[in-house]
């Protein structure tokens, strides 16, 4: 029997730092993991109470997610990023948020004369998702028009790699071009929740964005790194109602359903603010820790006023900084894989234990 293949994917990216994974574990005073976005700290109580108490579930829950669950993401849209006009409705929990931005595409009927226009760096699924439904990537700096043939726009704000924020009238601008040319704009609002010291992130669906109509825009909202939720796979997308109400009648069909315990969780931390500032907290720390290391090494720190990512470069190939670091024991992922803007950069995860962070600070003084 073939084996199984999708004609055009992309290998893996971090598929390909084995021989700089293997060096850096190599080091006496073991690995500092910085390559890949994942939590490592410990899950909220209220959360994994909400998880357990749920755990008798032995019915099919709803694609839709509860109405109880609906509306405690309007109320932390709310409470959280000032947005109004959102009704439960258009609310429809995913399973992560990596689900739904690879299948977008393809859930909104975009096919092979279609243009998917992303960052010039970015998050590599943006891409994938175009290439299974058969339509045309194309990246764009900030500052260029959208091309032709535009069907879906993809903002990211705080951007991963580059922590970057884009200012209310930077999405305006970009929400007027799109709507021009009847295009559907998705923001990716992952890292929306962790601002960093002095950083105003804004939603697509702030009104000073969206001009008092939310046709054509939706919000993509995941748990996984304000509230420790990666291995639950706890998101939600919200915006038009009517495109939320057809990516439903899709996701029904092809049985994307989030598990009711998980619903449970989702609405319990979507429903406590204490644990977010905890968390953004704890990440202003690292990032306060990391950032004048790495500046005192001779690396130069781009933008990451925001999200858990510093984007940093030596002015060198991607793979000469990631070789180095390695030798440090400092495993972090390279630029290329966000695109080819990002050639001369590394991105370095915030998110390893504080211990961990001050391990890595040490090494790069000394270095």
């Given amino acids: 029997m073939p084996a199984v293949s999708f004609p055009g994917l992309p290998d893996f990216p971090w598929d ?4 700089e ?3 850096a ?3 006496p005073d073991g690995v500092v993991d910085l390559s890949v976005g994942t939590p490592v700290d410990p899950v909220p109580r209220i959360v994994a109470s909400a998880l357990a108490d749920a755990w008798n579930s032995p019915g099919y829950p709803q694609t839709w997610g509860t109405p109880r669950l609906r509306t405690a993401a309007v109320e932390a849209l709310g409470r959280r990023f ?4 959102v009704v439960p409705d258009a609310v429809l929990p995913t399973i992560g948020s990596k689900e739904l931005v690879a299948w977008l595409p393809t859930l909104l009927g975009l096919g092979a004369d279609d243009v998917v226009a992303i960052p010039d760096l970015a998050y590599p699924t943006y891409e994938v998702g175009a290439l299974l439904a058969g339509a045309t990537t194309v990246r764009v700096a900030d500052d260029e028009p959208l091309p032709a043939q535009t069907r879906l726009l993809w903002l990211n704000s705080p951007s991963n790699p580059t922590g970057r924020v884009l200012s209310a009238q930077e999405l305006a601008a970009r929400v007027e071009q799109a709507r021009a040319g009847g295009a559907v704009v ?7 929740g962790l601002p960093g010291p002095g950083s105003e992130p804004v939603s697509v669906l702030d009104p000073r964005v969206h001009g008092g109509s939310l046709d054509g825009l939706l919000a993509v909202h995941s748990l996984s790194k304000t509230s420790q939720l990666a291995g639950y796979r706890a998101a939600f997308v919200a915006g038009d109602p009517s495109l939320v109400a ?3 009648a899709v996701r029904k069909h092809a049985g994307m359903i989030m598990p009711r315990p998980v619903q449970e969780a989702m609405t319990a931390a979507l429903s ?11 990440y202003d720390a690292r990032r306060a820790l990391l950032r004048p290391a790495l500046e005192e090494a001779g690396l130069r720190v781009d933008h990451s006023e925001a999200g858990l990512y510093l984007w940093a470069t030596a002015g060198r190939p991607c793979r000469e900084t990631l070789g180095w670091l390695a030798e440090l024991g400092i495993l972090v992922a390279p630029g290329e894989f966000y695109g080819p803007a990002g050639a001369q950069h590394v991105r370095v995860a915030l998110t390893a234990s504080d211990e961990r962070i001050e391990a890595a600070e040490v090494r790069l003084r000394r270095s």
């Fill in 16 to 19: 390909s730092l084995a021989a």
């Fill in 21 to 23: 994974t293997e060096t």
């Fill in 25 to 27: 574990r190599s080091h």
């Fill in 82 to 85: 000032g947005v109004g006009g």
């Fill in 186 to 192: 998705a923001s990716d609002e992952c890292y929306l």
């Fill in 246 to 248: 057809g990516l439903l």
């Fill in 272 to 282: 406590d603010d204490a644990h977010v500032a905890e968390t953004r907290q704890r």
